[in-house]
């Protein structure tokens, strides 16, 4: 009888040692999780970069070709989020020089002030190369200089604007890439750039506008950008490709 009882608390001592045995092992388990689960990805400001050629050298203003349609891209500010780089000019070619002006999201009413253009004539600017609309990407997403590429919708001519061939979305680079037509009820976001009066060299610095199409923010969800510089890439000219 009083075996039968002492072995009754053999089993239930056992039942227990095992229990916190599996329970140990459960919390050092999530512990081990938790600390190899990777890093969210992004950085927590906007970094300062310095644009680049295919060869590290800087990419200088004064060789930036007005009214240009090749798309010349770089990252920015994190890998994989392409933006253009425009010298905006006249039907004639002539450089113009690009105002802050007070853009309006469609969206929602939302107003915000874009960037003044950079370079000896004020005439560069640069803006995100995802179209806000669906996200297609050059060479839907294209740049047609102004005298020198049009495009005609609904009757109406313009030239000197982006223009997405994937549903027709048009922007104006010389007012913030505020929205001309739809269907995108978002300007491109715009980049900051800064221009190094004594160097020709161009910097970027931060950016303005609605988020980057599909991003939860402009900073976060893809890897940085390593380094002080950023590669300008020529894509060529979209029109004879
Ligand atoms: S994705 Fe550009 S217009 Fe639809």
Not at 82 to 97: A, E, H, K, Q, R
Not at 127 to 135: D, E, R
Not at 175 to 193: C, R, S
Request: net charge negative; charged share 10%; hydrophobic share 35%.
């Amino acid at each position: 009888m009083n075996e039968g009882i002492d072995e009754t608390k053999r089993n239930f001592l056992k039942l227990m040692v095992t229990a916190s045995i599996v329970a140990g092992a459960g919390l050092s388990l999530g512990v081990v999780v938790k600390t190899l689960s990777p890093p969210a990805l992004g950085v927590s400001s906007f970094p300062n970069l310095k644009l680049v050629d295919s060869s590290g050298s800087p990419l200088l203003a004064s060789n930036l070709g007005v009214n240009s349609p090749s798309a010349l891209q770089f990252s920015y500010p994190l890998q994989s989020t392409p933006n253009n780089i425009v010298s905006l000019g006249d039907s004639s070619g002539n450089p113009i020089s690009i105002s802050a002006t007070e853009v309006t999201i469609p969206a929602d009413g939302s107003k915000y002030l874009s960037y003044a253009g950079v370079g000896k004539n004020g005439s560069i600017v640069a803006y995100s190369g995802i179209c806000q609309h669906l996200g297609c990407i050059f060479p839907e997403l294209r740049f047609y200089p102004n005298g020198v590429e049009s495009i005609t919708l609904a009757g109406k001519t313009y030239t000197g604007v982006f223009h997405c061939l994937c549903h027709g979305s048009t922007y104006d680079p010389t007012a913030g890439a505020a929205v001309l037509t739809g269907p995108t009820t978002h300007p491109l976001p715009m980049v900051k750039l800064v221009w190094d009066s004594t160097t020709d060299e161009i910097y970027v610095s931060n950016m303005v506008g609605p988020t980057i199409y599909g991003r939860a923010s402009d900073l976060t969800g893809e890897s940085p950008i390593s380094g002080t510089t950023t590669e300008v890439t020529n894509l060529g000219n979209p029109f004879t490709l």
